[in-house]
């Protein structure tokens, strides 16, 4: 019974969802500032009237040809004659199928409109979440949701003005001609029919895509089983688990196999199920237009409409099941974008918040706490003031605040309590993007994109001219080596960088950063993660890159950082000693082992 329950909950809010899709998606129809959507909407209903028109009138000309054929039927009809009538119905067929597709060729636009509209606005969504957001999901679950609920869009507008309201029109038309041109009888079995098959059709539709829900759910397992073990190749071979690798993955098809063959059988009982249905309607209306011709009520004109009528009638019904089941999964994939698009920014500007305004580039850490769990704080009333041009290291153990520090910085996070200002002005009360613009940061681990270096260099800002992009890589000492490749600047990086060393990836870094020219220069461990030589070569180029700037360093190696204006160590989320590093070192406290720590360490 608790299963029963639960699946009628989840078909609730199934229903709740869709309604509220379907509700954000209708607008895009009609949109207020875009009067060509509406013309082009209009238009296409137009043709869609004039379409279903021809096609509910088509059956009388084949009635009326072959009416003529057994000289029966009005005097007009038997004027035209069996051969013209059946040129007409040809080309009524024609037309019918003609207006379909100018139908689809009017719409393509709004569709298509409405497709890039939503892919732009929830791909700028995701670049305004804030990191938290970025770091607990999936980078490829994100990608997946806006595929899937972008290729809904179409297809749901599609459904929502081409699907339903027509088939419905259609069937009406139907039912008006068989009301006015044989009797109620005739009406009520097609319409009994038309009610059980839908009824039948989205019970078992319902069923079948909690089979397939299952079955897929069983293919992921399987897949995340193989790519687990071919992932961990050598640790399979290490402890001799072939066949236990085998026969884990096994289990996993063998309960997919178990899924797809209900999918399979649950198939064959629907389509099955249809066709006694629309085959029983079929047989009741021919059986009754039969006894028509027989009683002299109805010509085989008569007879052979009615069978195209219910002909006509059953091929959309037949994909009703087909389209059921797509719009059901359109309905969700959008509903998962659009709970994507609902979710609220942790930053965002103030209304009306000015841009940065720079003199000097003083940063002010004014009794900072934050944490990123409210129960658990990193930082516990941090207050430090970097003037104009200073050079300040942040050092300290891992979880001592270092990052976090840089991270307030940048305003990925906004402080729980106390100020963060810079020349003076809280970064809460400006706009990121003059904040962003104001700060250059080199990372510990430069990620570039996977286009040419000169693509990469650029980024730093789209409007710099050739020449400018040069001197950024001359002034971090890469020219050279990106002049010695074939294809020197136009040299394709591979994915995140990885055809590059890391000495390069980091100068090519370094040339972005410098290109950009900011004020602000945070160097977030910019050579943790290189080797002591590369470190070293890399140093100078850093040197120079702070000159004239404020450099906030974030720094593992305590040897990159002894020319630091002021060092300030951390210790769980608070300073516990600043200065140079001679007056640290002078003075044997924290700074002091952590020098010699590491001293020891590089000396082994």
Known sequence: MQAIASTADEDAQNRESGWRVIAKVAPYLWPEDEPWVKRRVVLALAVLFVAKLIAVG???????????????????????????????YGMARLMNVGFQQLRDV??????????????????????????????????????????RGV??????????????????LELL????????????????????????????????????????????????????????????????????????????????????????????????????GQSILITGGLVAVMVMAAIGVQNGALT??????????????????????????????ALIDMGEMFDLLEQPREVSDKPGAPGLRIDGGRIEFDDVVFGYDAARPILKGISLDVEPGQSVALVGPSGSGKS??????????????????????????????????????????????????????????????????????????????????????????????????????????IARTLLKDPPILLLDEATSALDTETEQSIQGELKAMGQGRTVLTIAHRLSTIVEADLIVVLQDGEIVERGTHEELLARGGRYYSLWQRQAAEEAA
Do not use: C
């Not at 007009?76 to 004659?81: H, Q």
């Not at 041109?181 to 098959?197: C, H, K, N, T």
């Not at 409409?305 to 719009?327: D, H, K, S």
């Open 173 to 272: 038309m139907i039912a008006v001609v068989l009301f006015v041109l044989f009797d109620v009888s005739y009406l009520a079995v097609v319409a009994g029919v038309i009610a059980a098959y839908i009824w039948f059709t989205f019970k078992v539709t319902e069923w079948r895509v909690r089979i397939r829900r299952e079955m897929n759910d069983q293919d992921t397992d399987a897949n995340q089983k193989a790519i687990d073990s071919l992932l961990n190749f050598e640790t399979v071979k290490y402890f001799g688990a072939e066949e236990r690798e085998a026969t884990r993955y096994d289990g996993a098809m063998e309960r997919y196999v178990d899924a797809a063959l209900k999918t399979s059988y649950s198939l064959a009982f629907l389509n099955f």
């Open 404 to 509: 976090t520090i840089g991270r307030l910085l940048f305003r990925f996070y906004d402080v729980s309590h106390g100020a963060l200002r810079i020349d003076g002005q809280d970064v809460r009360d400006i706009t990121q993007d003059s904040l962003h613009g104001a700060i250059g940061v080199v990372p510990q681990d430069t990620v570039l994109f996977n286009d040419t270096i000169f693509y990469n260099i650029a980024y730093g800002r789209d409007d710099a001219s050739h020449s400018e992009v040069v001197a950024a890589a001359r002034a971090a000492r890469i020219h050279d080596f990106i002049d010695s490749l074939p294809e020197g600047y136009q040299t394709q990086v591979g994915e995140r960088g990885l055809k590059l060393s890391g000495g390069e990836k980091q100068r090519v870094g």
């Open 106 to 147: 009017i719409f393509a636009a709004v569709g298509q409109r409405a497709l890039r509209a939503l892919a732009l606005e929830t791909f700028t969504h995701i670049h305004r979440l804030s990191l938290r957001y970025h770091i607990e999901r999936k980078t490829g679950g994100l990608s997946r949701i806006i595929e």
């Open 300 to 329: 085989v004109g008569d007879f052979v409409m009615v069978n195209a009528y219910m002909i006509q009638i059953t091929m959309p019904l037949n994909f009703l099941g087909t389209v059921y089941r797509e719009i059901r999964q």
């Open 151 to 168: 290729k809904g869009v179409e297809f749901l507008l599609r459904f929502l003005l081409f699907s339903i309201g027509p088939l419905l």
């Open 58 to 88: 088509t059956p009388l000309l084949y009635k009326g040809a072959v009416d003529a054929l057994a000289g029966e039927g009005s005097a007009m009809m038997l004027a035209v004659g069996a051969v013209g009538l059946t040129v007409a």
